[in-house]
C-alpha cells in the first residue's frame, strides 16, 4: 500500500493541470443549438454551413489553427514533466486528473481543427524526441497525450453526432484542409519566408498517418471514416504534393455520395480507394502475366512484339507509381506494404529499359543479354508482390516487412564493421589471394556454408591469419545471427501485440493513398503515357474549362465499359443516404436510431453473393441478423421503455451526462409520473459514455452498497462492528473505574444507539465486558 501511494504520488507530481484563464475558456465559435434547440444540452448536434473543401478551398479560414497548436503545447508541456508509459496514461487516477479536464476543456471550444492540432504537437514531440539518446524520454509521454486526447475528442463528435450528419462531421475533422500558420500575426510568416503557405495544407487524417498514431487510426470514429472513405460512400477533391497533369478547375466539397443521383459515367469514381485497389491488382496481374510470357521467350537478338507489349506497359505502370509518389511524397509512398516491391523492380526496370535501347542501337548484342539478365532479377520482386496485394492484412506480410527492415540494416551495420577483418587479410596476405576470393570464404564462413576460409587461414599468416578467421567466425556466425534473431522474433512479437492497430493503421494508408487528385490516374496504363505526352502540352494552349472538358471527354472514352460496370455495381452494393429526421419517428427515436445507423454501416454492406444467400435464407444463422434490421414497433418500445429494477442499476444511471444525479429509488415511475415528465417536454436521452466512472456524485457510496451484499463482505462488517461495539464498551467501563465518568444514563443512550448485532456477537461482547470489569 505503501508503494502504491507512493507511486501514485509521482504520477501525480508527473502530471498536473492549469486552469486555464478566462480568455481561454471562451469558445472560438459560436455554441451550436442541439436538436432539441437548446444550447450545451446533454447531446450536441455539430452542422456546418456551406461547402468544405479538404485542402485548395476552405471555408473553416476564421480558425486560429496558430494558435491553438501553441496553446495545446503549452498546456502538455505544463502538464508533463516526467516520463510515463501508455498504461500509465490511462490510468483512472491520470484519467479522472489529467486526461479528461484537459478532453473537456479543448472539445468545448467547438473547433474542428482541434484534433489536427493536437497531431500536429505529436508529430513535432516526437521529432524532439527524436534528437534525443534517451528512447524513454517526456517528450515520447506528451506525444501519446496528444493522441489519446485527439482519439477521445474524435469519439465525443461522433457520440454526439449521428446518422449521415454525423458522419458529415467527422469526415469534415479528419479530412478538411488546414495549414499551421493559419490566421498567424503577419510578422510571423515574414519571419519563416512563407508567404505562400496558405495552399500548403494537411487533413489530420495524413498528419496521424506521417506522426503514426496507430492508436488514433485505430479507433471507432476514425475506422468509422475511413471505411466510408475507402468505399466511396465520403468524396472530397485531395491534395496533392505535385500534380502532372492538374486539373482543378472544378473542386469536389467534402460531402455523401448517392450513386442513385450521381451521372452514370463519373469519372471522379476511378480514384476512390476501393476502386483503385481493384484496378491496380488488375493492372499489376497484367504486368506480371506479360512479364512471364516475355521472360519465357526472350532473345536478344531481336525486339519481339511481346517484348513491345511488355515494354510499353511496364513504362505506363513505372508512371503510374511515380505519380503516386509526387501524390503524397515518399514519406507516405513508403508506409504502404509493398512499396518497396515496387521502387525494386521499378528500379531494375529502368536499368533494363537503359541497357536494351542502347544495345539496340549500337547493334550491340552483349548488351542486349545483359539487359535480359537484368530484367530476369525482377522475378523474386514481382512474384511475391501479388501475395502482397491479396494478402495485406496477414500478419506474416505485416510483420515482414518490418523484419525486412530490420534485417537490412543489421546487415549493412556488420557488412561495415566485417570490412576490416577484410582489409586485414588481404594486407596479411600480400595480395596472395584476391578481393573476390578471401570475400568469398569470408561469406561462406559468416552463414556457416564452408570452411575453406579457416584452412587456408595459415597462408596468410603462421598465428594471426587463423586467429583472425576465427575471430570472425565467432562474431559473424555465432554472435551476428543470435542478435540477428533477437531482433527479428522481437519485431515479431510487438507487432503480434498489436496487430489490430497494424493492420488498420495499414488501411489508412492505402486509403488516403487511393484518393488520388492528379487527373492522370483517370488514365489506365498504357494509356497514361499518352496522356502525359498530350495532355501536359496542351495545358498551355487551352483554357482550364476547356482543359477540363478535354480531359472528361477523353476519360468517359477511354474508360465507358469499366465506368459503366462501376455504375451498376455501386448502385447495388452502396445503400442510400437518409437523413437523420427520416429515419424513425420521434417516440422511437432513440431505440431505432441504432438500428438505422447499424444498417447503414460500412461493414455491414453485403456483396451480391451474400444478398443471394440472404434473401433465401440457404442457412441456418440468418435470423440472428434479421432480427436487428427490422425496427422493433411502437408496442414492444413501449414495453422496453417501462422502468425495471435492473433499469434502474447504479451504472446506467451515473452513465447519463448531466450536471446532478438522481437520488436512487426502486419504486417504478407511475403512469402519472411519466405522462406528467412527458408534458414537461424533457425527453428521455440515452446514455452517454464517459471516460470513467469514478467522479460522478454518490457512485463510491453505491458501488461500497454493492460490495457490502456478498456474504464475505456482510461477515467482515458485521464483526468489525461487533468489535467496535466491544472496543467502546471497554473504553466506557475503563473510564468509569477511573472515575473518569459518573453514573449517568449514558450507558443506556449507548445500548440504544448501537446497532442490533446477532446473538453470537453479544455473547463476545459480554465476555469481553466481564474480563474489563476483572481487570
Known amino acids: 500500500m505503501v508503494m502504491g501511494d507512493q507511486s501514485g504520488r509521482r504520477q501525480q507530481r508527473a502530471l498536473r493541470i492549469q486552469e486555464p484563464d478566462l480568455g481561454e475558456r471562451r469558445p472560438l465559435l459560436a455554441r451550436r443549438t442541439t436538436a432539441n434547440g437548446t444550447q450545451n444540452g446533454s447531446q450536441q448536434h455539430h452542422s456546418f454551413d456551406g461547402q468544405v473543401y479538404t485542402c485548395w478551398i476552405d471555408t473553416h479560414t476564421q480558425l486560429p489553427v496558430y494558435t491553438n497548436i501553441h496553446r495545446i503545447r503549452r498546456d502538455i508541456i505544463s502538464v508533463v514533466e516526467d516520463y510515463l508509459s501508455l498504461d500509465q496514461l490511462r490510468d483512472v487516477r491520470i484519467n479522472i486528473s489529467v486526461v479528461r479536464p484537459l478532453v473537456d476543456k479543448f472539445y468545448e471550444q467547438d473547433d474542428i481543427s482541434i484534433v489536427y492540432c493536437l497531431l500536429v504537437n505529436r508529430a513535432q514531440f516526437l521529432n524532439e524526441q527524436s534528437h534525443l539518446n534517451n528512447r524513454q524520454n517526456v517528450n515520447y509521454t506528451r506525444a501519446m497525450l496528444c493522441e489519446l486526447i485527439a482519439t477521445r475528442i474524435l469519439r465525443r463528435y461522433n457520440e454526439d453526432n449521428e446518422g449521415p450528419e454525423g458522419l458529415l462531421v467527422l469526415a469534415q475533422i479528419l479530412i478538411a484542409g488546414f495549414e499551421p500558420f493559419q490566421n498567424a500575426p503577419p510578422e510571423i510568416r515574414q519571419e519563416v519566408h512563407a508567404p505562400t503557405a496558405w495552399h500548403k495544407t494537411l487533413p ?83 504486368l506480371l502475366a506479360l512479364y512471364l510470357a516475355f521472360m519465357s521467350e526472350r532473345d536478344a537478338a531481336t525486339v519481339t512484339i511481346l517484348e513491345m507489349c511488355f515494354t510499353v506497359y511496364a513504362f505506363g505502370w513505372v508512371l503510374d507509381q511515380f505519380a503516386t509518389i509526387l501524390e503524397h511524397g515518399w514519406h507516405v509512398y513508403t508506409q504502404n506494404l509493398w512499396s518497396f516491391l515496387d521502387v525494386t523492380f521499378a528500379s531494375i526496370y529502368w536499368i533494363y529499359l537503359i541497357l536494351r535501347v542502347y544495345g539496340w542501337q549500337t547493334h550491340n548484342e552483349e548488351l542486349g543479354q545483359q539487359a535480359l539478365d537484368v530484367l530476369a532479377m525482377g522475378a523474386p ?92 567466425a565467432f562474431l559473424g556466425n555465432t554472435l551476428f545471427l543470435t542478435i540477428l534473431v533477437s531482433m527479428l522474433s522481437n519485431t515479431f512479437s510487438t507487432i503480434v501485440s498489436n496487430a489490430t492497430a497494424e493492420i488498420q493503421f495499414r488501411h489508412a494508408v492505402l486509403t488516403l493513398e487511393g484518393v488520388k487528385g492528379d487527373a492522370i490516374f483517370a488514365y489506365q496504363p498504357p494509356f497514361n503515357i499518352l496522356a502525359v505526352f498530350i495532355l501536359i502540352p496542351l495545358k498551355w494552349f487551352v483554357t482550364p474549362r476547356w482543359f477540363h472538358k478535354i480531359h472528361v471527354a477523353s476519360v468517359r472514352l477511354l474508360n465507358l465499359p469499366l465506368l459503366l460496370v462501376i455504375a451498376l455495381v455501386e448502385r447495388r452494393i452502396l445503400p442510400p443516404i437518409k437523413s437523420t429526421s427520416e429515419e424513425t419517428p420521434e417516440p422511437s427515436a432513440n431505440l431505432s436510431s441504432s438500428s438505422s445507423t447499424s444498417s447503414t454501416n460500412p461493414r455491414r454492406t453485403k456483396g451480391i453473393g451474400m444478398r443471394f444467400w440472404n434473401k433465401w435464407r440457404i442457412t441456418v444463422h440468418s435470423d440472428i441478423e434479421t ?50 415528465i412527458n408534458m414537461s417536454g424533457n425527453k428521455k436521452q440515452p446514455p452517454n459514455r464517459r471516460d470513467s466512472i469514478a467522479p460522478f456524485p454518490g457512485l463510491r457510496a453505491e ?47 449507548i445500548d440504544d444507539t448501537e446497532s442490533p448485532i446477532d446473538d453470537d456477537h453479544e455473547e463476545g461482547e459480554e465476555g469481553a465486558v466481564s474480563q474489563a470489569t476483572t481487570v
Open 204 to 286: 489530420a487524417l495524413e498528419v496521424a498517418i506521417l506522426s503514426e498514431a496507430k492508436i488514433f487510426l485505430s479507433s471507432t470514429s476514425c475506422q468509422k471514416i475511413v471505411d466510408a472513405i475507402y468505399e466511396g460512400r465520403v468524396i472530397y477533391s485531395p491534395s496533392s504534393f505535385l500534380d502532372l497533369i492538374p486539373d482543378r478547375y472544378k473542386q469536389k466539397p467534402i460531402s455523401l455520395y448517392d450513386p442513385r443521383d450521381a451521372p452514370l459515367l463519373n469519372q471522379y469514381r476511378l480514384i476512390v480507394p476501393r476502386t483503385r485497389n481493384i484496378l491496380e491488382i488488375i493492372q499489376f496481374v497484367i
Open 381 to 472: 520482386v514481382l512474384v511475391p508482390r501479388l501475395a502482397f496485394n491479396l494478402l495485406s492484412d496477414n500478419i506474416l506480410f505485416l510483420s515482414l516487412r518490418s523484419m525486412m527492415a530490420d534485417f537490412s540494416l543489421l546487415t549493412v551495420l556488420a557488412g561495415w564493421c566485417f570490412f576490416g577483418f577484410l582489409l586485414s587479410l588481404v594486407w596479411l596476405g600480400n595480395h596472395q589471394f584476391s578481393w573476390v576470393t578471401i570475400s568469398k570464404w569470408m561469406i561462406y564462413i559468416w552463414f556457416g556454408l564452408d570452411g575453406s576460409g579457416i584452412h587456408h587461414s595459415i597462408d596468410f599468416h603462421k598465428y594471426l591469419g587463423p586467429a583472425l578467421m576465427v575471430m570472425f
Open 627 to 676: 432480427v436487428f434490421e427490422v425496427p422493433p414497433p411502437d408496442s414492444v418500445l413501449e414495453e422496453i421503455r417501462a422502468d425495471d429494477d435492473l433499469t434502474k442499476h447504479l451504472i446506467r444511471r451515473q452513465f447519463v451526462r448531466g450536471n446532478t444525479v438522481e437520488a436512487p429509488s426502486t419504486k417504478t415511475p407511475s403512469a402519472k409520473d411519466t405522462s406528467m
Open 703 to 749: 458501488l461500497q452498497g454493492v460490495l457490502s451484499e456478498s456474504d464475505e463482505m456482510s461477515a467482515i462488517t458485521a464483526r468489525l462492528e461487533a468489535l467496535e461495539k466491544s472496543t467502546r464498551r471497554i473504553e466506557f467501563m475503563l473510564a468509569k473505574l477511573t472515575g473518569g465518568l459518573e453514573d449517568n444514563k449514558d450507558d443506556t443512550a
